[in-house]
């Protein structure tokens, strides 16, 4: 199985690179934000591998960005995720996500307004199906003043009738 990371530099552009083996050497780093297009100022990116699929998570203030890679070096383009998956939550800093089955689950931190008030922050997750529609956003922790990171897994127990899990660390 292919090995993938993705990451930001300092000047916000998003690369990527792959390792197509353990005995292979790494890809040179390709630069997506000249593949895909530039977004705003991106602080935290993650990725997962869905059915095959290579899906990038980029998060900026108030907004997530996804992106599907369709084949070598061929994406979807940035589809505003923050509009769907975590509608009316203000996002944070960190992201994370994991596969479990054929759904993405993604994991970001961020603060919910309620007339005047503003919550702390916590972590909430939004799941998107093959079809790529996304499930209402849902808080998983409780609210802490400060959330440094945020990181998310798919686990599978053993045993008789065990299913795959998603396990999140803030």
């Not at 005995?23 to 977004?39: K, R």
């Not at 689950?105 to 307004?113: A, M, N």
């Not at 849902?138 to 990171?149: F, K």
Request: with cysteine.
């Amino acid at each position: 199985m292919p090995l993938r990371l993705v990451g930001i530099n300092s000047d916000g552009t998003i690369w990527l690179t792959r390792r197509r083996s353990e005995t292979q050497p790494w890809d040179p780093w390709a630069n997506l934000t000249s593949v895909i297009g530039p977004i705003g100022a991106p602080t935290d990116v993650a990725c997962a591998i869905v059915n095959g699929e290579l899906h990038i998570c980029v998060l900026e203030p108030n907004a997530l960005w996804h992106t599907v890679e369709t084949g070598p070096g061929a994406f979807t383009g940035w589809l505003p995720a923050h509009s769907v998956a975590f509608s009316g939550v203000s996002t944070g800093g960190r992201v994370d996500c994991a596969a479990i089955g054929s759904q993405l689950h993604v994991c970001v931190e961020g603060t919910k307004r309620t007339g005047a008030l503003v919550s702390n922050p916590v972590v909430w997750r939004s799941i998107r199906n093959p079809s790529g529609a996304w499930s209402t956003p849902r808080e998983v922790t409780l609210r802490y003043l400060a959330i440094r990171d945020v990181a998310c897994a798919s686990i599978t127990p053993s045993g008789p009738g065990a299913r795959p899990q998603l396990e999140i660390l803030t």
